[in-house]
């Protein structure tokens, strides 16, 4: 196992697991796991060697998410955002701030989807006016993953230049003037301690050249940069809380006795099957991932598309895996005697997550159509 596997193996034993069931229960944000991943070398994991960072790939990344998430999905779904906003700071951002987030010091998170447009990311409604060497940023963001506690958000606006283009990307510091943060926190039936909330900005001066790219360029690097990662680590995250399931139905099946029979539930053929059913869908999301880093990885002409079905695919089969082994545990699962109910309610998150399930089945439709992905079809 290599050095960064052993250190996240340690942190998740020893910070995320305690903790996982308070954070549920609480809607606490992760402070604790965050600061540990920090420390351990996990946040920096994909910044560049040249700044310091652990210089890894979006296989690296992957089994971080995956591991995390088989333990805790909100810590999980903190990390894959650092880990998407990263990949454009990387590509775009000051060297400083590449250097913290090298170091574990710096945790950053994307700001794209607006109450206005709502997952219609690729359509923001908020503002930048140049005025004086400086961005007034004006938005009302509808769901920030760790909007409270990151250090940066990678921000989407209209261009400055409207006819340069649909999107403008920003590094916005959290903690600028004019920034509102909706600190009564996020209260959801998942993912509770993931820290999304509200962020609005009114008359947000940022300088100029805290711009991500050129104006008007932000949904072309949008496109190469954070889109990609979050997909294929939102494939992961849902392959996470699947194999995490797998494992916990298993044990009870093979625990739990039928005693007037003198015979465990897996003996029995109909619960036998169902778990075999379950073992199938976790294995085809662990291929159909496995086969979207390597079409990456080779430069395959299919990987757009792989990337474009990685997230439908993964997270339609958590759902079902998960309400599956939810079945197979019955009472047990209601009881929260394991962790399935945990895990069933935070595979639900991925399919309303911008991009949603639907919205990427149209990109997939349009590209094996020859279509183009974004604007009317002719």
């Not at 990609?228 to 392959?239: D, E, K, M, Q």
């Not at 395959?300 to 598309?305: H, K, W």
Request: proline share 4%; charged share 20%; net charge negative.
């Amino acid at each position: 196992m290599s050095t960064h596997l052993d250190a996240l193996e340690r942190v998740i034993t020893e910070v995320v697991a305690p903790a996982a069931t308070t954070i549920d229960e609480q809607g606490a944000f992760p402070s604790g796991a965050i600061k540990a991943l920090g420390e351990a070398g996990i946040l920096g994991l994909t910044a560049s060697s040249d700044v310091g960072g652990g210089g890894g790939g979006m296989r690296d990344a992957a089994e971080v998410v995956l591991r995390l998430s088989a333990t805790c999905g909100s810590t999980a779904m903190v990390v894959l955002m650092h880990y998407a906003a990263t990949a454009t700071i990387e590509a775009y951002g000051p060297k400083d701030v590449r250097q913290a987030i090298a170091e574990g010091r710096h945790l950053t998170t994307l700001a794209f989807s607006e109450s206005g447009s709502r997952a219609h990311f690729w359509v923001p409604l908020s503002t930048a006016t140049a005025l004086g060497g400086t961005a007034v940023l004006d938005a009302s963001k509808s769901w920030v993953t760790s909007g409270a506690e990151a250090d940066s958000y990678v921000w989407s606006s209209r261009p400055v230049d409207q006819a340069s283009g649909p999107m403008t990307l920003w590094l916005v510091p959290s903690a600028a003037e004019g920034l509102i943060k909706n600190t009564g926190g996020f209260d959801g039936i998942g993912l509770r301690g993931n820290g999304s909330i509200p962020v609005t900005a009114d008359g947000v001066r940022v300088p100029l050249d805290f711009r991500l790219g050129a104006d008007g360029e932000g949904l072309n690097i949008a496109l190469a940069t954070a889109l990609p990662w979050f997909l294929v680590l939102s494939g992961a995250f849902s392959l996470g809380v699947l194999e995490a399931v797998t494992a916990e139905a298993g044990a009870h099946l093979s625990g739990a006795r039928l005693e007037h029979l003198g015979e465990a539930l897996i003996h029995q053929p109909i619960p036998r099957a169902d778990y075999a059913r379950l073992r199938l869908i976790t294995d085809r999301v662990r291929a159909f991932l496995s086969d979207t880093l390597s079409a990456l990885e080779a430069g395959r002409p299919d990987a757009q598309l792989r990337v474009l079905e990685v997230k439908a695919m993964a997270s339609e089969d958590a759902a079902i895996g998960c309400d599956l082994a939810m079945r197979l545990c019955g009472g047990a699962a209601f009881r929260k005697e394991t962790n399935i109910n945990r895990h069933h309610r935070d595979s639900l998150a991925a399919r309303v997550m911008a991009p949603t399930t639907d919205a990427l089945l149209d990109f997939v439709g349009r590209a094996v159509a020859g279509l183009p992905l974004l604007g009317p079809v002719q």
